[in-house]
C-alpha cells in the first residue's frame, strides 16, 4: 500500500515570498508562514504555540504567490513535506525540511489587519508549465446553507 505525504495549513506570512527563476526560466517563490495553536494549561491559563514553515511553490505557483502573497496574508496551503540534502560550502551535510505547495489560496490579511469585508480572491491551484497563460480554475461550488435539515434525523 502507498503511503500519503499530504500538509494542510492555514496561517499567516512571516514576509513577503523571495521568488526567483532559474536558468530554465522556471520561477520558484519561498516564503514562512506561522500557524498558531491556543491551549489551556494546566492552571487554566491561554497560552499560544506558535510553529514555522517554510514552504517553496513552484512554476505558476511561484508567479501567483509573488503577485498576491504578502507579509502578515493570511494564506491557505495545501501540499507534500520533503527533506532536501546538500553540502555547504565547508563540506558540510546540510538538511532541511519544507513544505512543497501544490495549492495556495489567499484567504485575507491576519485579525484585526483591517482587510475590510472584501471576497478572498480565487483559489491558486498548480497548474502545469504549458498551462501558465490559463486563468485560475474556479473555486469548487459550496454547499447551500440555506437547505432545511431533514426532520428525520437519526439521533
Not at 491556543?38 to 491559563?45: E, H, I, L, R, T
Not at 513544505?99 to 483559489?123: D, F
Request: aromatic share 8%.
Amino acid at each position: 500500500m502507498a503511503g500519503i505525504n499530504k500538509v494542510i495549513l492555514v496561517g499567516n506570512l512571516g514576509k513577503d515570498p523571495e521568488v526567483r527563476s532559474l536558468e530554465s526560466g522556471v520561477k520558484v517563490a519561498q516564503f514562512s508562514m506561522a500557524t498558531t495553536e491556543s491551549y489551556k494549561d494546566n492552571s487554566g491559563n491561554w497560552q499560544d504555540k506558535t510553529e514555522w514553515h517554510n514552504i517553496v511553490a513552484w512554476r505558476w505557483l511561484a508567479e501567483k504567490a509573488e503577485t498576491q502573497l504578502h507579509k502578515g496574508s493570511q494564506v491557505y496551503v495545501e501540499g507534500k513535506i520533503t527533506t532536501r540534502q546538500w553540502t555547504d560550502k565547508d563540506n558540510n551535510t546540510r538538511y532541511t525540511t519544507e513544505i512543497v505547495a501544490e495549492k495556495l489560496m489567499a484567504l485575507g490579511k491576519r485579525e484585526g489587519g483591517g482587510s475590510g469585508n472584501y471576497p478572498p480572491p480565487p483559489s491558486l491551484e498548480n497548474a502545469p508549465a504549458a498551462a501558465n497563460t490559463q486563468e485560475a480554475k474556479p473555486a469548487e461550488p459550496s454547499l447551500d446553507t440555506k437547505q432545511e435539515p431533514e426532520d428525520d434525523l437519526p439521533f
